[in-house]
């Protein structure tokens, strides 16, 4: 489903000089972000981070964030500037992501290119981090691009892939788990909006389900049940800090 843009975007997508300004936006959105890399580094807590990574049993909490960094650090090298690299990827996912969706609606390519770079530039200014929650941000923006193509005309197919979506969520960050009544507030209003209460309600019983059954898949996969999950979490939760003096 695509929607007519304004006509001044039109008009911009044509001019010459802004695909070419579009180009720089790009090129400057991709390398930007690793020369920023190299700035600002963290010396406590981004070492933290990688030793979670590396062993992603002991960070039940934020496993999935741990295990997908711990496959990049096991092929690339576990160097700080290289597990910044990484988080650097999630930065261009983000902007690729957005930029599409922006483009599958409007049919703008050089407008969707631009906006690619110039928010790969926005993000990054504030120097990639190694941490769960850069990575949580890539993972909001996605729930929130899923979220609005399930809107769009909702269906099983679509409102299970959010549900999807919000269980990896919360396996990369407990705490992101909030995102999941969000989500039913979300699908109220639309029902509200709409007029079709009791289809949004059966829809949105299929995306808790979807979220249901992932988080149950994955924690039964890697810690034997979902008891074993809370158990885990539980455990390496920090729980005797010495008092400051």
Not at 66 to 87: D, E, I, K, N, Q
Not at 160 to 165: P, S
């Amino acid at each position: 489903q695509t929607f007519p843009p304004p006509i001044w975007l039109s008009r911009l997508d044509g001019n010459p000089l802004f695909a070419a300004l579009a180009v720089f936006l790009l090129i400057a959105g991709l390398g930007y972000p690793f020369f920023a890399s190299h700035y600002g580094i963290n010396y406590t807590d981004e070492p933290y981070q990688i030793l979670l990574a590396r062993y992603p049993a002991e960070a039940p909490a934020t496993w999935l964030f741990a295990a997908l960094s711990h496959v990049w650090g096991s092929v690339m090298g576990w160097g700080l500037l290289t597990m910044r690299y990484f988080a650097v990827t999630w930065i261009l996912i983000m902007s690729t992501a957005g930029a599409l969706y922006f483009y599958s609606r409007t049919r703008l390519p050089r407008v969707s290119i631009a906006l690619a770079g110039l928010t790969a530039l926005l993000i990054a200014e504030k120097t990639p981090a190694f941490s769960w929650h850069a990575f949580t941000d890539m993972m909001i923006v996605l729930i929130i691009i899923a979220t609005l193509w399930a809107l769009e005309r909702p269906s099983a197919r679509r409102l299970a892939l959010v549900g999807v979506m919000a269980a990896l969520a919360t396996l990369a960050r407990m705490p992101n788990v909030v995102a999941v009544p969000l989500l039913v507030l979300v699908m109220c209003i639309r029902g509200s909006y709409s007029g079709e209460w009791r289809r949004m309600w059966v829809l949105t019983g299929v995306m808790l389900a979807a979220c249901a059954a992932t988080f149950a898949a994955v924690v039964t996969a890697v810690f034997g049940s979902p008891a074993a999950y809370v158990a885990a979490v539980k455990g390496a939760l920090p729980t005797n800090h010495a008092p400051l003096e």
